[in-house]
């Protein structure tokens, strides 16, 4: 079994940055992909970033490409999302997960991922 747990939330002002960590623990090395999910109140879990051990080019959501950057630590197995300009409609609560499967084809649906974290909330001010 894997533990995810997210670390960085808070609040900040539009255009402000953020940087989310996620300390994973327990069977970590069955972890292929890691993976980032927000879920704004009232609305589905949505994919956000996620990015694999093979070192392929990591993957973004394309409300969140070229403000977002996710980041692989694999010795201290963390991954690390870095949100810049952020903005209103980035506000949620953010999950971290991990997957086992080396055929990602379905990495952005939730069901790819087989462990999650509690999340951490993200609140955006305008």
């Known amino acids: 079994q894997v533990q995810l747990v997210e670390s960085g939330g808070g609040l900040v002002q539009a255009g402000g940055s953020l940087r989310l960590s996620c300390a994973a623990s327990?069977?970590?090395?069955?972890?292929?992909?890691m993976g980032w999910f927000r879920q704004a109140q009232g609305k589905e879990r949505e994919f956000v970033a996620a990015i694999f051990l093979n070192g392929d080019t990591p993957y973004y959501a394309d409300s969140v490409k070229g403000r977002f950057t996710i980041s692989r630590d694999y010795a201290k197995i963390m991954v690390d999302l870095q949100m810049n300009n952020l903005k209103p409609e980035d506000t949620a609560v953010y999950y971290c997960?991990?997957?086992?499967?080396?055929?990602?084809?379905?990495?952005?649906?939730?069901?790819?991922?087989?462990?999650w974290g509690r999340g951490t909330q993200v609140t955006v001010s305008s």
């Open positions: 327990g069977r970590t090395f069955n972890i292929y992909g």
């Open positions: 997960a991990g997957g086992t499967g080396r055929s990602y084809g379905s990495y952005q649906q939730p069901a790819y991922y087989a462990s």
